[in-house]
């Protein structure tokens, strides 16, 4: 897990150094297309439209699209960092002991039945003692 964990990591270096982006190309409110590029393309989905502007002086072409850009910065600063896990014996052997080995034989396998078994003399009647009764 340890060694995933570290390769996509150091993927995720390598991609916020080179200029990997995803670049999303919206045409008014609804995405059209999407993509990874190198550095900041201009994607175009072939559509321009004309919004005739309110003062008829204004002929300027305005577009209803829109490129959005992602991309991971790092810093240059960046250390390795280190951390050292200390677990306790005890826990460690409790857990090996109650998830890695534990077994499905917890029931025994004969049933055994206490025919011979006679229960102790009650000293004393305790329904009446705690004034228990069932109705």
Known sequence: MQKIISILLTLLMLASSSGV????HYCGDYEMLSEITL???????????EIPACDQEEEDEHT????QYTKV???????KSTFDVNLNQDFVLAFVSVFVLRSVDNFPSENQFFIAYSPPPVDRDLHVLYETFLI
């Open 21 to 24: 982006a995803y670049a999303k």
């Open 64 to 67: 209803c699209c829109d490129n």
């Open 39 to 49: 550095g900041e393309k201009d994607l175009s989905c072939g559509m321009v439209m």
């Open 73 to 79: 910065d790092t810093d240059d600063t960046f250390n």
